[in-house]
């Protein structure tokens, strides 16, 4: 069993930064990959970062520069730091635990966080 508590979530003006955070708890392992993912209303569920190795991460375009992906490997946390926020970031966030089992992924999800960025 995996499960994610995402937190960090608020309300924040166009330019300002928040951090999300993810405590993971249950089956993780540190060759797995982490990741955020957001859902805007009336779009699908989308990347946002994911790291699978502390030298291995990667960015949706849209946020590259602006946002950085990290992990505590002892803590089994994963943050998403977010500066530069603009109103387009505004979307439920949520936390992503991937495993594969030998022939398959398996996908782990968190409840969700609400950011918002006001213009």
């Known amino acids: 069993q995996v499960q994610l508590v995402e937190s960090g979530g608020g309300l924040v003006q166009a330019g300002g930064s928040l951090r999300l955070s993810c405590a993971a708890s249950?089956?993780?392992?540190?060759?797995?990959?982490m990741g955020w993912y957001r859902q805007a209303p009336g779009k699908q569920r989308e990347l946002v970062a994911r790291?699978?190795?502390?030298?291995?991460?990667n960015y949706a375009d849209s946020v590259k520069g602006r946002f950085t992906i990290s992990r505590d490997y002892v803590k089994n946390m994963v943050y998403l730091q977010m500066n530069s926020l603009k109103p387009e970031d505004t979307a439920v966030y949520y936390c992503?635990?991937?495993?594969?089992?030998?022939?398959?992924?398996?996908?782990?999800w968190g409840q969700g966080t609400q950011v918002t960025v006001s213009s």
């Open positions: 249950g089956a993780i392992y540190n060759n797995s990959p």
């Open positions: 992503n635990y991937a495993r594969w089992s030998g022939d398959r992924w398996s996908d782990y």
């Open positions: 790291i699978s190795s502390v030298i291995s991460t």
